[in-house]
């Protein structure tokens, strides 16, 4: 198994992807504690980087992600969640995804 590797803040990039559709949901952000307890309980774990805090996704909202597979890119450097929507909404700002925009 691959190393994780985590920049200078203990911090790794997370993709999460919705495991039926492959739509890409939203991109966060992970220390060591989150992927621990993402592992541990099955469902999506974040570090706030504006909170500086861990976060359940979900925990406030309802709208939890529940992880089906995890995954790691060939450098260690990035994590791919493979999640079940619970509620349909992944962003903040209400939306199902945070990518709902075109440049």
């Known amino acids: 198994m691959t190393d994780l590797?985590?920049?200078?803040?203990?911090?790794i990039t997370v993709v999460a992807q919705d495991w039926c559709?492959?739509?890409v949901l939203m991109v966060a952000w992970a220390n060591q504690e989150a992927v621990e307890k993402t592992k541990?309980?099955?469902?999506?774990?974040?570090?706030?980087?504006?909170r500086q805090?861990?976060?359940?996704?979900?925990?406030?909202?309802g709208h939890l992600q529940k992880v089906k597979s995890?995954?790691?890119?060939c450098d260690g450097d990035t994590l791919?969640?493979?999640?079940?929507q619970v509620g349909g909404i992944a962003c903040h700002t209400g939306s199902p995804?945070?990518?709902n925009q075109t440049i």
């Open 5 to 11: 590797k985590y920049d200078e803040k203990g911090l």
């Open 21 to 23: 559709t492959g739509e």
């Open 40 to 50: 541990e309980t099955g469902y999506a774990h974040y570090w706030s980087r504006s």
């Open 53 to 61: 805090k861990l976060w359940k996704k979900g925990e406030e909202s």
């Open 70 to 73: 995890i995954q790691v890119d």
């Open 80 to 84: 791919l969640y493979r999640v079940e």
């Open 97 to 99: 995804s945070c990518f």
